[in-house]
């Protein structure tokens, strides 16, 4: 897939020697090359079978066993990506692409992401380069007026945002925080004496058990609340679990309410849950890793009802807004809870602009210390597409899942597993599991598109999710067709 | 810092209109302007200051307060990219940045990254892409090769080796894994009962706090060991502190062993540490992030000495090996240690390859589900230099550092604070640590080079860190001219 035309029209230059540092000049060059590879990938993808064929082990064997004594020309190490990577590739940027969610992207975030890659700094501490800190904090203010968050998330008051590299993450940091002013810091000095829960609906993410597995707050602890039909967490249960958990003597640490849940995008009802929390002063973490993006769209923005009174909340712009991953955008309403729980501060690191107390240390709202600079994807991005591009583009994707959820309450052979509520459709065929599994494996069989599966209420669910950058209506169209006659040979 | 002569000798092409996605020709125009633009950055950075001169708050109130409406130029972004965010910028890539340690980076590590940010996939599972998990096996097994680290970490034995974003988050990890090997999967299931204790010493770096602190154990739970006059931890300090912690019916967890502290990269004893936990049973973790690059060098290899004994160890190639950020290689011995303490599988992550048992699934791996292509960046890095040019500029770096260390020894007003391992020399001035502070402010003063600080043994001592990929003797010369011109002055 590389090309080099280009190069033809410039004088020719002698090769820097493979094993030295490269000059700008060189940069330059192979740079071009690289810009030129992806270019035709962009321009190719949509003719490559969605996902790999290899078999496991085969790409471990292609490449050599050990590294190469000298080194060796860029030429040779692009052909082998096209050569030994590529057809371990599976295509997540493919326009037929339906399945779990989107990681989407698009040309103005890659080259944000060069840039920072280029630039090479560290934004652990504000010191540490100010505009990597600078940058991320306006940002997250300005996706909070983007989606129509609550102010109580905006950097100006006593909230604010940060980019983490996923929802994951952003859950663990949130029952850190929860955990903490749960048991006045107790934990945090003496550890965990005594249980603690966490509760979250059957239908929640499974980085929730992770989390509480890794703070140590143990598996048998967390809560999975009983959802209504619409897969939706039930507050009255919630409720009921939490007295009951109370009257043994367990600390209720945080409830994580789901906006867009991964099998279905169910959207949690986060205000009546956030009433029960409330009265309980139990930190609320609200996961809308991938439904928050929907929220560019005024006419979706109820999916947040509520959302004023959580103490944390997340989405991912790495999902399908158009940013490259890693991209999670989280946020508390009161910093200081946050920071208290994970702040750190070694002599190596004092600086004078921490002590002011007039900048902010992101290293101490995640995990990590290091950190680069990606609010650069997010400022690019929100440029180039404006708050009105975005939307168009969000809004023809809701608008084709929706076309297609009118599709499959039309057909004989297909039934709705699940009310849609953004841009994920689930569909079952009317003769049951086997059926099912059998049109998914169909419609995937020929590599011109992927769907994958999820279990609804115990049966075998299609899951069709319409998110991608270069998707359009004619791929979501044919994507139908396959599943139309899939299904009616099936029926 | 922009430059567009290049496109002069193409016909022109019409703008793609802001606000909509790029074709592949306009991802490529703006990919070669990006180029462009890294390369006079490289270019110049040299005659930028090291540090940014700004005041909190500047670039937070120089970027607008809302989201453009409409999408604007890609030549506005790329603009105010120099106006606004240059000046905020710390320059880790300055030739003359000595300090902390080096984030450093390489062209084929840059472009690497940029192929990754375009494929946009996700190797949460073997199965989303399979040339994501496979290259990054082989890569880390040929790190284990290029570092002479032991057999045990292999893939192809009962270890393997894992990209962690940071030596933060693969301390949490090897933490939540030692403490289900010490609990027998207790805290997995029921939470953290009854106090567990993990050492590390004096001189371990601020995560080991962290992740104790995150992970429910509680930081007066962290037994912080003497170290002896060279500031490497004393193996039967631990000893004691681990006998006491059992007589109490505490329950010791993980120990740390740090291979290359922050302050003055001393090495701790890993062998004898490692006979002290083996003892007991106890999971033993080492910590190489800065220093563990210096053992591409068979002279150098005595800093591992031991490590066929340790349960787990990580070190950064973002750091010293010309990998850009992020790139933690973190391996264990046991994998289905770590993977049983962190692996959850939802139904919509059940796939045949996962469950023929043949394939790795990375996101068990660590704390996140999702995960870029990272390991490209080594691929690239490994075949553009070959073995033989990473000992070049290692040993390099560390030649220099050992001259440098010279000239302090052999100078009337300097004193070496800490014994030179590698690539890190600490001193101060023998008239205190008053005067150390003015040293390095006065260094530091006119943005021509950066040296930071740290405390050694109660005394302010400044660390210089010779690892820049741009680094050239001229430079270490140069700033020692500073140093010693400044002592001369204060002495």
Known sequence: MSEQGHFDEKPP??????????????????????????????????????????????????????????????????????????????HWQHPSWFAYFNANTSGPSILADLVSSGLGVQGMLWQTSP?????????????????????????????????????????????????????????????????????????????????????????????????????????????????????????????????????????????????VCFKSGIWLHADAAHAGTAAVLEEMRWIHDGLEL?????????????????????????????????????????????????VIDYRDWHIPLGRRFRSLKLWFTMRHYGVKGLRRYISEHISWAGELEERVLEHPDLELAAPRTVNLVCLRHRLGD????????????????FVTHAAVKDCHVMRICIGGTTTGKEHVDRAWQRIDSAARKLG
């Open 434 to 449: 086997e059926a099912t599994r059998q049109l998914i494996e169909t419609v995937n069989a020929d590599g011109t598109m």
């Open 310 to 358: 959580v103490d944390s909340y997340c989405f991912n712009p790495h999902k399908w807004m158009f940013v490259n991953f890693d991209c999670n955008a989280f946020w508390v309403r009161d910093r200081s809870a946050l920071v208290r729980a994970l702040s750190v501060l070694p002599e190596y690191l004092r600086n004078s602009a921490t002590e002011s107390g007039k």
């Open 13 to 90: 230059l002698e090769d820097q020697p493979a094993g030295e540092h490269w000059n700008a000049e060189e940069f330059r060059r192979r740079g071009y090359q690289v810009i030129d590879w992806l270019a035709r990938y962009f321009e190719t993808v949509e003719s490559l079978p969605v996902c790999s064929q290899i078999e496991p082990g085969e790409i471990f064997a292609a490449l050599p066993e050990h590294p190469p004594a000298s080194g060796e020309p860029f030429e040779a190490i692009l052909a082998d990506l096209d050569k030994i990577v590529m057809p371990g590739i599976t």
């Open 131 to 275: 505009a990597c800190t600078e940058v991320e904090t306006r940002m997250l203010d300005w996706l909070v007026e983007l989606l129509g968050l609550p102010d109580t998330f905006l950097s100006t008051g006593e909230g604010g945002g940060v980019i983490q590299d996923t929802a994951s993450s952003a859950t663990l940091c949130a029952l850190v925080a929860a955990r903490e002013r749960a048991t006045n810091f107790e934990v945090d000095r003496s550890g965990v004496d005594g249980p603690l829960a966490v509760y979250a609906s059957k239908e929640a993410h499974s980085s929730v058990e992770k989390s509480v597995r890794i703070a140590g707050i143990g598996q048998r602890n967390l809560r999975l609340i009983d959802t209504d039909d619409d897969l939706r967490m039930d507050p009255g249960a919630l409720r009921v679990a939490i007295d009951a958990d109370r009257d043994a003597g367990i600390t209720p640490v945080m409830v994580v309410a789901t906006i867009g849940t991964t099998a279905t995008t169910a959207i949690d009802p986060v205000r009546k849950i956030a009433e």
